[in-house]
Nanobody, 117 residues
Framework: QVQLVESGGGLVQAGGSLRLSCAASGSLFGSNTMGWYRQAPGNQRELVATITTGNIRNYSGSAKGRFTISRENAENTVYLQMNSLKPEDTAIYYC???????????WGKGTLVTVSS
């Protein structure tokens, strides 16, 4: 069983930066996608960024140019560097992983990011 544990959320002023981390306990075994989604109050969960084991990255329009996703395959860890944060980035950020071989998906419990104006 794979568990995802996020860290790095918190309160930051607009224009500031935060770095989120997510570590997977248990092996994801082979090719997979890891990434981040977020959910603001009253909104649906939305994609922020994903990265494959081959380091192919995908960003949402709001994240592109401000956020950078990276990973360490040997550690099954994914990071999200968030710069130039805006109040509208305030949300719970969820770590996500999907194994390609069987399409099993896993979610973390989330970490809160609050950006004050």
């Amino acid at each position: 069983q794979v568990q995802l544990v996020e860290s790095g959320g918190g309160l930051v002023q607009a224009g500031g930066s935060l770095r989120l981390s997510c570590a997977a306990s248990g092996s994801l075994f082979g090719s997979n996608t890891m990434g981040w989604y977020r959910q603001a109050p009253g909104n649906q969960r939305e994609l922020v960024a994903t990265i494959t084991t081959g380091n192919i990255r995908n960003y949402s329009g709001s994240a592109k140019g401000r956020f950078t996703i990276s990973r360490e395959n040997a550690e099954n860890t994914v990071y999200l560097q968030m710069n130039s944060l805006k109040p509208e980035d305030t949300a719970i950020y969820y770590c996500y992983a999907r194994r390609w071989i069987n399409s099993m998906e896993y979610w973390g419990k989330g970490t809160l990011v609050t950006v004050s104006s």
